[in-house]
């Protein structure tokens, strides 16, 4: 992908990039990984001891702030708008993270304001509430606690009624510090500023195209905007150019009953043809799970449910990137959809004035008629039940994660749906309060998969909610509960499916060892792939892992974290704990995983399973997020590396692809029981 996002012309709406061939050849090595983010310039000693000691003043500011403001949760809550100015300097100071001597100057810039908004919220106020044009903000993640800034551009016009809001996800950008992100929300509105439309900036989590906390990122940050602004959700639109266009094709494939629309511009929509034509890089020896895994953000796989989202696809003409919407042109052309996708003659990486003009053209037709939020008919296509709905059609569990699933569904009369499923085992029919147009006099007949099912009438509401599941002999029935978690053992569900990189997107905590671990090799590793994780996370996504030692982890822990468990039986004492109820057998001398034993002493198992002690959250045992250094160079490689369990041979050190050998690895089933790998 291209390297840096900032405008180079005045008269040509670029990615805000700097021109580039490819990431190079020398980004296919795993074994010599450059350093991202790459390492910053030296700051003269007087310009470090002045921001430091501005950062710590400006610490001290928003502890005042806290201590002044207790007994007002309404200005408590607003703590993060400055805290995202501390901390852009601060972490740009700890990583050093400068990368050309203006941005000196903007950190000065950036204190100053964060030091008014502190004094102003110390005295009770936040006029940058009522802030027209480009306001920063900030808001505290569920996922890590920790603070993530956006930018919004808000127009003159904008009176405190419902309005929509266009969000624009920004290219791949190495250098984009917290810092360097304020900077650009300060002074840049971007390349898109619709007429009487808020515009929000997120930041994505920096560099990881918007997938996992950044997809995650998203998400809370409309939630957070939407507490202060009139965000209209049925003219809600997403965009993005490189990087950015990659996004907008996850996020429009993903949540494709959310958006009025979505606009694409250049990018990838998959990875390993993406990879193949743009990086030059040979896929074919990837593992099998991988293979099953890159259906997670390859938006050329769920192309279906682009018909619930209006798309307006931008491309250059000379742009080797137009490959991402070629792509997903020849995947919609085979669900009977023709891509609208508009070609920037003679542009390379650059949207053209014309071409913006008729994307924004296009785009205030599509948000002046709105979403429809009660469509007749849904088509929905996903490969696990993290994504399970779309409009009115709900999966609840399926036959086979990781394999193609689709539901067609259809109200074809006064009281009858037509309902056709493939992959799946249970589902919901659920139209909210005074959506369904059903009659309420009669029962509907629903005929799913060709069999007819008498199932409850509507409430007077005009709400309806049916579960369907199909049993023995292949039979649908209508069912009191949507899922059978619990009551037949565990099943995987929404929120509860894997694979590893899954336990990530939710809040979550490192559990590190205190006890002495069986082997020494073996307690080496996990503390140097814990620090790994911790480490990487602060560089990647930006956030202090959470941590407590096992000794400390309490029942409110349990109840509301995904544990992520560092350590073996004998020196982490929270897995000692569960360990009875986890489907692998672990002693001092040997791991047995899916009918294999493997040596204590120089094997490692890796695994996602629902906690026993909260089977609504999940434990991990010894592993972060499953991409590693040598993804980071190519944001198609930023896609899950493990599945539901692994087993790691130590004998091979960790690198930057791997922790190291992968003796074995594969996912549960529906039931979270061992199954067999695929044949050789």
């Not at 007994?71 to 100015?85: M, N, S, T």
């Not at 989202?309 to 042109?329: H, W």
């Amino acid at each position: 992908m291209i390297k840096a996002y900032f405008p180079l012309q005045p008269l040509v709406f670029s990615l805000l990039v700097l021109p580039a061939l490819a990431d190079g050849p020398k980004d296919n090595v795993a074994t010599e990984v450059r350093e991202i983010p790459p390492p910053g310039i030296a700051v003269p000693e007087a310009v470090a001891v002045e921001l430091t000691k501005g950062a710590d003043a400006l610490r001290q500011a928003l502890d005042e702030v806290a201590a002044a403001q207790a007994k007002r949760a309404d200005l408590l809550a607003l703590l993060p708008d400055v805290e995202v100015y501390w901390k852009a300097l601060a972490w740009t100071l700890e990583n050093q993270q400068f990368y050309k001597e203006s941005e000196f100057k903007a950190a000065r810039e950036i204190l100053a304001e964060g030091l008014e908004r502190a004094r102003q919220l110390k005295a009770g106020q936040a006029p940058w509430l009522k802030q027209k044009g480009l306001v920063v903000r900030g808001y505290r993640s569920r996922i890590d606690g920790s603070v993530q800034p956006y930018g919004l551009v808000i127009p003159e016009s904008y009176t405190g009624a419902p309005i929509r809001v266009d969000a624009w996800f920004h290219g791949r950008g190495e250098t984009v510090s917290e810092l360097a992100f304020i900077e650009q929300r300060r002074k840049q509105a971007g390349q898109a500023t619709p007429k009487d439309a808020i515009v929000l900036h997120p930041y994505g989590r920096y560099c990881c195209a918007n997938k996992f906390a950044g997809e995650i990122d998203l998400l809370e940050a409309l939630e957070h905007a939407s507490q202060y602004y009139q965000l209209d959700p049925d003219r809600t639109v997403v965009r993005g150019f490189s990087m950015g266009g990659a996004a907008c094709w996850q996020f429009a494939v993903h949540y494709a009953d959310r958006w009025c629309a979505a606009s694409p511009g250049a990018g990838f929509s998959e990875t390993p043809e993406f990879l193949r034509v743009f990086q030059g890089e040979d896929v074919s020896n990837v593992p099998w799970y991988q293979k099953k895994l890159w259906h997670w953000y390859n938006a050329t796989d769920s192309a279906l449910n682009l018909f619930h989202c209006p798309t307006v696809a931008y491309s250059g003409e000379l742009d080797r990137q137009k490959q991402a919407a070629d792509m997903m042109e020849a995947a919609l052309r085979a669900e009977q959809i023709d891509l609208l996708h508009l070609i920037g003659p003679k542009m390379e990486h650059k949207i053209d004035p014309g071409s913006m003009a008729e994307i924004e053209r296009r785009l205030a037709s599509i948000t002046a008629a709105g979403r429809a939020p009660m469509p007749f008919e849904v088509h929905f296509a996903t490969w696990m039940l993290r994504y399970n709905r779309m409009h009115w059609v709900v999966v609840d569990e399926l036959e086979e994660h990781w394999e193609r699933t689709r539901v067609h569904a259809f109200i074809t009369a006064a009281s009858a749906v037509t309902v056709k499923t493939q992959n799946v085992t249970a589902l919901t029919l659920d139209m909210e309060s005074g959506l369904c147009p059903l009659s309420p006099l009669q029962r509907p007949v629903v005929t799913i998969d060709g069999q007819a099912v008498e199932v409850r009438r509507p409430k007077s509401d005009r709400s309806w909610q049916v579960h369907l599941r199909r049993g023995q002999g292949g039979q649908w029935m209508e069912t009191l509960a949507a899922t059978q978690n619990g009551k037949t053992g565990l099943v995987k569900h929404h929120g509860m499916q894997g694979p590893i990189d899954d336990a990530f997107m939710e809040p979550f905590l490192m559990v590190m060892p205190t006890g002495k671990a069986w082997h020494e090799a073996t307690g080496k590793w996990v503390n140097e792939e814990a620090e790994h994780a911790v480490r990487e996370w602060r560089k990647q996504f930006r956030g202090d892992a959470p941590q407590r030692p096992d000794s400390a982890v309490t029942e409110e822990d349990i109840a509301a974290n995904n544990l992520v468990l560092w350590g073996d039986p004998s020196s982490n004492a929270v897995l000692a704990r569960v360990l009875p109820k986890l489907p692998i057998q672990w002693t001092e001398k040997g791991v047995i995983a899916n009918g294999k034993t493997y040596a204590a002493n120089s094997h490692m198992p890796i695994l996602i399973f629902p906690n026993p002690l909260n089977p609504e959250r999940y434990v991990v045992i010894n592993s972060g997020v499953t991409y590693r250094e040598y993804a980071y160079l190519n944001n198609a490689r930023q896609v899950p590396m493990l599945p539901d369990w692994a087993v790691v041979d130590l004998a091979e050190a960790p690198n930057p692809v791997t922790p190291g050998r992968i003796a074995d690895a594969g996912f549960f089933d529906e039931h979270w029981q061992w199954k067999p790998g695929p044949k050789e």
